[in-house]
């Protein structure tokens, strides 16, 4: 679905938010390293996992809060990753079906219980373009067989506010001096182009490089706590669907449309993006939440991450950015809160994973060996419960959790506390499930880290003001030993002149 906006650039608006955000900074670069496509990464895994929000654009121009008490997620208290040899194989059995939702048209709901980890969908493409211009659409539609055509067709349409599918197809798409076709052959040919576009624009997902809609996975609704994760997967040249958590049976399946960022939106934000690109409004238990909770959670994380990127990789103006910590405690302590916040709002996608690798580099630079240890252990659980096992390409380009664990190992021998040939091994209790999630400092509570700036402003003010104490007395201490002086030359002399008074001049 040329979905609504995680594109980079919007997320640059939206510019207190988030990690990948900023432009020309070093992480943008590191990111690239890892990047599946969407962009969104923070040197960790990023697959393309964004529903195109709003990549389409281009071609319509042509016209802690952390309150456990208040955890959407049901697991967040007892939550396991789940072990690797345990980690159940894809699964060719549907568990799912297609059903309607009152106020959603249909969407997928699971026949039976779906643990965390699950690959729920494993699909090809039904139609692919190799760039974000829908006008692209209309030629591999022309070439699908009947029955694919059929399967397009009843898809679910809707005209993203953006686009103005007719004047596209008037731009791009039709002939209008080809003779052969009279006035109402155009007008029906351009209806039918738009139709098209229509369909792909609020079906469509990242794929390859391009975007591509799917017979199942298209049939995914929207949730801001979405309960499976979806990814192309360029080794096997699919869109996998994973479940990230345990999904009961009745349960629908929901995926985000706002890609990995989107966690960081607003509720304004979101609801805006959605309406406009698809024309709901979001009722998700984040969405339905008037206690306020979840929007200052979701702010607070928004200005954790954002602090903690700045902190990992600069970024402009960064004196003014709340939130970035000072020392690799403070930031270790700052990446916990913000784990423990996305478990509370009941987020298992990869932002998690790309938290527990932000906490386990800052332990390294703090030297906490067993916490960067831990949680490279639970972003490869994490990871493995939104990917599966089929990582090839980020292991190629050194991007995989795998690849992270072999790296805080190497520091591990390096400081000297794991022997050379020792594994890094998965401690009894995993952090986050015997740690008690602490409550969060409030969004308008001063943070740290501006304490700590308010403190040092203070004492620097407190020298200044005793130092030019200082040097005043010094300088009346000088003018009064330079008058003393005088006075003994004074003295002197007329003693002098008394004693020899030939010698006067
Ligand atoms: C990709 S389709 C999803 C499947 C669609 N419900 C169907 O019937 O085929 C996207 C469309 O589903 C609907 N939709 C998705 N998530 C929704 C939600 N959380 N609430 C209401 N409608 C939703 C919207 O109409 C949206 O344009």
Redesign the pocket.
Known sequence: ?A?PTATESETFNLNHIYFASIPGSQHEQTSAISDRGDGHTIGTISRSVS?SVGNSDDLSTSSSSSNSTHSFNPQASSFKPMSWSLFPPPTAARQFELR??E?????LFATSYIPAGTRVICEAPLLQIPDNALHLAWGPYCRLSNDQKKAFD???H?KPEHLNTEQVSRTFLVDVNDSSLDEEDVEELIQDQARVMGTFA??NFQAAKGLAVFETT??????CVPNVQHSWNPSIKQLTVYATRDIHADEEL?TT?LGGPGVYYVRSQRIEL?RS????????PACADNTGISEGRRQLMANIAYGLQVYQYGGQGQESVPYVPATPVMALKQAEDLICMLLDEGIFSLELCKAYRMASTVALAAKNWEKARDYALDEADIERNCLGPEVADLIKVGAAALCWIEQVRMCLVKAKVYQPEQKLKRRKNPAHTSKPLKPMATPNMPSPRKKAKASAKKQAQKAQLSAEREAKAAEKRAKFEAEEEERREVAKRAEFEKNYPALRA
């Open positions: 679905m979905l529903p309607k939702v106020g959603k048209g249909l969407g009843v898809l679910h809707f609020c079906n298209s049939r995914l609704n929207h949730s929901c449309y959605l690109s698809y024309g709901f409004t979001c009722t998700c």
